[in-house]
């Protein structure tokens, strides 16, 4: 199948400490990545998802567009965190005409907010493991506000947002192309952001669980800045420069294993909550995304935790590239950073 350009899309990752964005084109031969770049918000432009500062953002993604060469308007754009709810419900099976009115009449007891305040969409998973007679439906809800926000954002960015999707699902959107998985192994998709967490926990690439919380690295950085007595700016190229550059890299490795502990406990128990409701002993692999895989020893506490196999994602990897463009040293830094937008784009106009 060749695509049309005009059902092409740009994925666009608006992350509240970095903007990426990414085009790649879908032929019979495959998948080849045409752009990947990046920018940096400034800092408290965006606070736990949430645009404060609408004109600064959106100058950002003109300029990221601008340096990147990137002509296409329309984009697939990407919400997560507190004002996204997901959750798996299990209902009984209705004819497939009744099926909105049904689930929406459900949908109301599992959600947080006002009915009315919520854009609420849904997908069949399949019939219960519990009664042939009940279906399992992942139901998804984004405050209307939220979504008002990033549109208003994008249109202010001279674009136009013709999906937005959510973060996580865009994550396994990327992963599903990745070489060297067995569908069959319980893997949790974990991705560490400045502002926020989110798990995923699939088999047969099903999503068993999903949630999020707020810890990210921008903790890393407020502690690094009280520590050191820095500003933010200071305090995240600290973080990003080598341990042993810190001003006092003993303080700065006990800052880091710090939080390595928190995250490690955080994480372990939302697994030991899913598996208290499962037949399963644990998970095989746990796929890590986001600025926490720079964390310096998270990755083995994390596996130390868990008793599980801990990989860095590489979501280039069922992309065609061009090495002159795109060099081993950029796709390997950039790795953990760049799901998201890939995932998003990867959809099509006609997507859900
Ligand atoms: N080499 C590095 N070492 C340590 N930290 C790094 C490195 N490179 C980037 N980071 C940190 O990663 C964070 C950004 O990660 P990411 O792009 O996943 O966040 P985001 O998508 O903007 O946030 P969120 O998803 O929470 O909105 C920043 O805090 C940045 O300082
Ligand atoms: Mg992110």
């Not at 919520?118 to 009664?131: A, C, H, P, R, T």
């Not at 994550?171 to 192994?185: A, M, R, V």
Request: glycine letters at 6%; one cysteine or more.
């Amino acid at each position: 199948m060749v695509l049309s350009k005009k059902d092409h899309l740009v994925g666009l990752d608006i992350g509240s400490s970095c903007i990426k964005v990414a085009e790649i084109q879908i032929s019979k031969k495959g998948k080849t990545l045409k752009k990947f770049g990046m920018r940096s918000v400034a800092p408290e432009a965006i606070v736990e998802g949430r645009i404060m500062d609408m004109e600064a953002v959106a100058d950002t993604i003109r300029t990221l567009f601008k340096s990147q060469k990137i002509r296409g308007k329309k984009v697939a754009i990407s919400t997560g965190g507190q004002s996204v709810v997901i959750k798996t419900i299990n209902t009984a099976k209705v004819p497939e005409k009744d099926l909105q009115k049904a689930i929406l009449a459900e949908a109301e007891q599992y959600i947080p907010y006002d009915i009315a305040d919520v854009n609420i969409d849904y997908q069949i998973l399949g019939e219960s493991e519990f009664s042939s007679e009940q279906m399992n439906v992942l139901l998804v809800a984004v405050k209307k506000d939220l979504v008002a926000e990033y549109m208003d954002l994008t249109a202010m960015a001279g674009l136009n947002a013709a999906i937005i999707d959510v973060d996580t699902f865009a994550l396994q959107n990327i992963y599903e192309t990745l070489p060297g998985q067995n569908p069959e192994e319980i893997t949790l998709l974990l991705d560490i952001g400045a502002s926020k967490t989110s798990l995923n926990i699939l088999r047969d690439n099903i999503s068993m669980m999903m949630r999020d919380n707020g810890s990210g690295t921008l903790q890393v950085i407020e502690e690094i800045s009280a520590r050191f007595e820095t500003d933010l700016v200071t305090a995240e190229n600290i973080l990003q420069a080598p341990v042993a550059d810190a001003p006092d890299p003993q303080v700065m490795a006990s800052i880091l294993q710090d939080l390595s502990n928190i995250w490690c406990s955080e994480i372990s128990e939302a697994v030991h909550t899913f598996l208290a409701n499962t037949n399963d002993a644990g998970i095989s692999k746990i796929v890590l995304s986001g600025g926490g895989s720079y964390i310096q020893g998270f990755a083995d506490d994390l596996k130390t935790e868990l008793e599980a196999e801990v990989v860095i994602i590489e979501p280039f990897g069922g992309l065609d590239l061009d090495e002159k463009k795109f060099s081993r040293e950029f796709i390997s830094r950039v790795g953990p950073q760049a799901p998201i937008a890939l995932g998003l784009a990867l959809r099509r106009v006609d997507d859900k």
